[in-house]
């Protein structure tokens, strides 16, 4: 059967040589009508061969790179693609029982995630082409890594741009799988069929260690959700307060904290601005503030919002330190570069009337990782700063 084909502008060529692996429809000049999720043949105008993509029928992301090659994106190359990403894992996340096993576009497989925790995988296949693949992938997965189950989170609405629906299960294996992982020396019950992401946010494993460094005495965590940072500090500090506004994510927060005998932890259902204002006024004061908040801009058009909320929550958490403590604060806003949030900050501090030092720039964990030509994959910023 010969392969869609699919012609490009002159400008999406430029992108394709940036290294850059998405085409937009508006640089899509002719198809050959092309199924949805078909691997194509990707031309320029002259016929000449750029390179093999995912096609979508539905996304403003009409092409997703996989190759410049010419040989067939067959079975074959997937499971070569998949071995490659796990024969990095170990150099990055030696000894994690939980990690991101296949991160789309940094390992060369757009839109397809895989993680891992314990001996169970869960994946999401977010375009029309990695759904169309998602069979193999599945079969591969099992073949190679032998799990006790296979989960899907399509629960995700960025799927709907793909004109697909939101879907979850187990794909193979156990139908009720429930994992308990150790991360850091701590240990987290993940609900994998129900939790944020594909069961919990495996890009802060590193930033997660590398604050325990910093923490001590009385410790504010704001978003705990289920208590990655909360926990993971608890035995160096003497206290504890964890907010989070849902009370799913705290119940299993407090499970966490009885499965690791930790008792210094007040774990509270709340607004985290409201948290942070009202020890403000009431004249409280803690020697380390954690902030980890959602992505407050999602999308471009938010991004002067996102920054005033960035700073707001920066401001109240700088006013409550005491002299000498740490702000561990956080974005995953892939809108809001690094220096956009050190920008905030600053003005945050000058209007807190503190003098603040950077100690550490971070980003997500390495096995999420980021790839040079593609600005999109840098989404997580983890600063740790010190009020004098």
């Known amino acids: 059967m010969t392969q869609p084909e699919v012609r490009i502008s002159?400008?999406?060529?430029?992108?394709?040589a940036s290294g850059h692996p998405w085409i937009y429809r508006s640089d899509v000049k002719s198809e050959s009508a092309a199924?949805?999720?078909?691997?194509?043949?990707?031309?320029?105008?002259?016929?000449?061969?750029?390179?093999?993509?995912?096609?979508?029928?539905?996304?403003?992301?009409?092409?997703?790179?996989?190759?410049?090659e010419e040989r067939p994106f067959d079975r074959a190359f997937l499971t070569e693609r998949i071995a490659q990403a796990?024969?990095?894992?170990?150099?990055?996340?030696?000894?994690?029982?939980?990690?991101?096993?296949?991160?789309?576009?940094?390992?060369?497989?757009?839109?397809?995630?895989?993680?891992?925790?314990?001996?169970?995988?869960?994946?999401?296949?977010l375009s029309q082409g990695m759904e169309r693949m998602k069979a193999d992938v599945v079969a591969i997965l099992t073949e190679r890594f032998g799990p006790r189950a296979v989960v899907e989170r399509n629960d995700v609405a960025v799927r709907a741009l793909e004109g697909l629906p939101e879907?979850?299960?187990?794909?193979?294996?156990?139908?009720?799988?429930?994992?308990?992982?150790?991360?850091?020396g701590v240990k987290f019950h993940v609900d994998i069929l129900a939790g944020q992401k594909t069961g919990e946010f495996l890009d802060q494993r590193e930033n997660?260690?590398?604050?325990?460094?910093y923490a001590r005495g009385r410790l504010l965590d704001?978003?705990?959700?289920?208590?990655?940072?909360?926990?993971?500090?608890?035995?160096?500090?003497?206290?504890?307060?964890?907010?989070?506004?849902?009370?799913?994510?705290?119940?299993?927060?407090?499970?966490?904290?009885?499965l690791n005998g930790l008792d210094n932890i007040e774990w509270r259902q709340a607004n985290c601005f409201d948290v942070l204002k009202a020890a403000d006024h009431d004249g409280l004061r803690f020697d380390t503030v954690v902030l980890d908040?959602?992505?407050?801009?999602?999308?471009?058009?938010?991004?002067?919002?996102?920054?005033?909320?960035?700073?707001?929550?920066?401001?109240?958490?700088?006013?409550?330190?005491?002299?000498?403590?740490?702000?561990?604060?956080?974005?995953c806003s892939f809108h809001v570069s690094e220096s956009d949030l050190l920008a905030v900050i600053a003005e945050a501090a000058l209007d807190a009337h503190r003098t603040v030092v950077v100690v550490d720039r971070r980003t997500q964990s390495r096995d999420h990782p980021i790839l040079l030509t593609?600005?999109?994959?840098?989404?997580?910023?983890?600063?740790?700063?010190?009020?004098?």
């Open 293 to 331: 908040p959602p992505a407050f801009a999602r999308h471009k058009s938010s991004h002067e919002s996102a920054l005033r909320a960035y700073k707001e929550l920066n401001l109240r958490a700088l006013k409550i330190l005491t002299p000498g403590g740490f702000l561990i604060t956080c974005s």
């Open 167 to 184: 879907q979850k299960g187990v794909l193979a294996g156990e139908p009720s799988p429930e994992v308990v992982i150790e991360e850091n």
């Open 86 to 125: 796990a024969a990095y894992r170990p150099l990055v996340a030696e000894g994690a029982q939980a990690y991101r096993l296949v991160a789309s576009e940094g390992d060369l497989l757009p839109s397809l995630i895989v993680d891992r925790y314990g001996d169970c995988l869960a994946l999401q296949t």
């Open 374 to 388: 593609m600005p999109e994959t840098h989404y997580l910023k983890c600063l740790i700063l010190r009020a004098l």
């Open 222 to 258: 704001c978003f705990c959700y289920t208590g990655g940072f909360a926990l993971t500090l608890a035995p160096q500090c003497e206290s504890v307060v964890a907010v989070d506004s849902s009370s799913e994510a705290l119940e299993a927060a407090r499970r966490n904290g009885e």
């Open 10 to 16: 002159s400008r999406a060529i430029d992108r394709i």
């Open 35 to 68: 199924e949805p999720g078909a691997v194509v043949r990707v031309l320029d105008r002259k016929g000449r061969f750029w390179g093999q993509a995912l096609w979508s029928t539905q996304s403003q992301i009409a092409l997703r790179m996989l190759t410049r």
């Open 208 to 213: 997660r260690s590398v604050t325990r460094c």
